[in-house]
């Protein structure tokens, strides 16, 4: 139905900057907000960013300013720009997709990718 496929993670040392790539692929006829979560270890999986359709975008009150969500919609992907980064910024980030597919009677629903490593040292 959807595949969605997270690259960019790695290791990066306190203060720099990575951009997270997140491409969605499958029967998709269309897709509404798309968004980026993360999750440490024993942790509860946590909101980023998200960025609507009409690109209004939400951000966790920890990345605002820090963070910067956008979108392709043309190629169905959305990014996570990260700056100044923080070694609690470290996790597993998560891709996810509200879409609607060529099963139409699913209505829309969300789709997750399998995740990236974002190591950031001190």
């Known amino acids: 139905q959807v595949q969605l496929v997270e690259s960019g993670g790695g290791l990066v040392q306190a203060g720099g900057s990575l951009r997270l790539s997140c491409a969605a692929s499958?029967?998709?006829?269309?897709?509404?907000?798309m968004g980026w979560y993360r999750q440490v270890s024993g942790k509860q999986r946590e909101l980023v960013a998200t960025i609507a359709s009409g690109t209004s975008t939400n951000y966790a009150d920890s990345v605002k300013g820090r963070f910067s969500i956008s979108r392709d919609n043309a190629k169905n992907t959305v990014y996570l720009q990260m700056s100044g980064l923080k070694p609690e910024d470290t996790a597993v980030y998560f891709c996810?997709?509200?879409?609607?597919?060529?099963?139409?009677?699913?209505?829309?629903?969300?789709?997750w990718g399998q995740g990236t490593q974002v190591t950031v040292s001190s």
């Open positions: 996810s997709a509200n879409a609607l597919t060529s099963r139409i009677s699913l209505g829309y629903r969300d789709y």
């Open positions: 499958g029967s998709i006829v269309s897709i509404a907000a």
